[in-house]
């Protein structure tokens, strides 16, 4: 079992910045890939960043160049995973969740959501 808990969602204006943040603890035996998404209201759920354990990444198109996925491995059992969010828009309003792939200790493949943070930009 992995349990993901995210922080730093809120209300910012346009142009502002926000970071979030959430930790991957658990029965973890190692991390591969974390990755943020994002859900509007009434639209499907979109990927909108990834960072795999070799450090590749992948952004999508519309937050290029404003957004910045990073993560930290406090320790075996912590992983940190952060999404750098500056030049905010009106468009990056919605719910932000994170999405890990990790292998357990009892050697199962284990893919998992958090329960998701609202970010909202506006005046």
């Known amino acids: 079992q992995v349990q993901l808990v995210e922080s730093g969602g809120g209300l910012v204006q346009p142009g502002g910045s926000l970071r979030l943040s959430c930790a991957a603890s658990?029965?973890?035996?190692?991390?591969?890939?974390m990755a943020w998404y994002r859900q509007a209201p009434g639209q499907q759920r979109t990927l909108v960043a990834t960072l795999t354990s070799g450090g590749s990444t992948i952004y999508a198109d519309s937050v290029k160049g404003r957004f910045t996925i990073s993560r930290d491995n406090a320790n075996n059992t912590l992983y940190l995973l952060y999404l750098q969010m500056n030049s905010l828009k009106p468009e990056d309003t919605a719910v932000y969740y994170c999405?890990?792939?990790?292998?357990?200790?009892?050697?199962?493949?284990?893919?998992?959501w958090g329960q998701g943070t609202q970010v909202t930009v506006s005046s």
């Open positions: 999405n890990t792939e990790a292998i357990t200790q009892l050697g199962y493949s284990s893919i998992s």
């Open positions: 658990g029965s973890i035996f190692s991390m591969s890939t």
